[in-house]
């Protein structure tokens, strides 16, 4: 069994489907201030830095234990994208993101006792349909508060499908974990079966 640092519905849906055995514990880490630490990195480098200390975090508390953390990010048009803390910061999002190309960086790692065993991410490029202001309104009627906690405010596995023309990358890491990597390295690791 696994320990998944995190909250996430979706990932822990993720690992159920895939009959992962685990149990979740989520990591209360300070985001915004490892990412102010990280200054100019790449938005995969961060993606990972905060997966890793999502595990490092409850590593600390599961001795023995193998830990997953994941983090995601999204960038586009050459600025990074966090949760949005409103609807209005929501409609923003989704008016930036009209038209464009977005990047969804989903990272994950594996560490036990503080050591990192493993640590990897995934990009998936989401090419965003042109969005009409009714289209942005009615779309956040039906889907706010629920993206409020996703970035890039979309659940793929929803009506957010509609924001998009053409994916290109795995379906797992929109959803906000790379799974297939992270199954091949718990396979690696001897904490599944092959």
Same mark, same amino acid.
Not at 53 to 69: D, I, N, Y
Not at 126 to 151: N, Q, R
């Given at each position: ?8 519905a ?14 979740a ?6 985001e915004?201030?490892?990412e102010?630490?990280l ?24 001795p ?11 960038e586009c ?14 409609? +923003?999002?989704?008016? /930036?993101?009209s038209?464009?190309?977005?990047? $969804?960086?989903?990272? !994950? *790692? #594996?560490?036990r006792? &503080?050591?990192?065993l493993?640590?990897?991410?995934a990009?998936?490029?989401l ?9 942005i309104a009615?779309y ?10 996703c970035?890039g ?9 509609q924001l998009?023309?053409?994916i +290109?990358?795995?379906? /797992?890491t929109?959803?906000?974990?790379p799974l $297939?990597k992270?199954? !091949? *390295? #718990?396979r690696?690791? &001897?904490?599944?079966s092959?």
């Amino acid at each position: 069994m696994i320990v998944l640092a995190s909250q996430s519905a979706s990932r822990r849906a993720m690992l159920e489907a895939a009959a992962i055995p685990f149990r979740a514990q989520p990591a209360h880490v300070d985001e915004r201030a490892i990412e102010a630490g990280l200054g100019g990195r790449s938005p995969a480098e961060i993606a990972l830095q905060l997966a890793r200390a999502k595990a490092a975090a409850v590593s600390e508390t599961a001795p023995g234990e193998m830990v997953l953390g994941s983090d995601s990010l999204v960038e586009c048009g050459g600025r990074r994208f966090d949760k949005p803390p409103s609807r209005e910061a929501a409609a +923003d999002h989704l008016r /930036f993101f009209s038209g464009k190309v977005m990047k $969804l960086h989903s990272a !994950a *790692a #594996l560490v036990r006792d &503080g050591d990192v065993l493993w640590a990897e991410d995934a990009v998936a490029a989401l090419h965003v349909a042109p969005l009409s202001e009714s289209f942005i309104a009615d779309y956040l009627d039906a889907e706010w508060p629920e993206v409020a906690g996703c970035v890039g405010v979309f659940r793929i596995e929803a009506r957010g499908v509609q924001l998009f023309e053409k994916i +290109d990358g795995d379906y /797992f890491t929109i959803l906000g974990m790379p799974l $297939l990597k992270v199954q !091949a *390295a #718990l396979r690696r690791l &001897g904490a599944i079966s092959q």
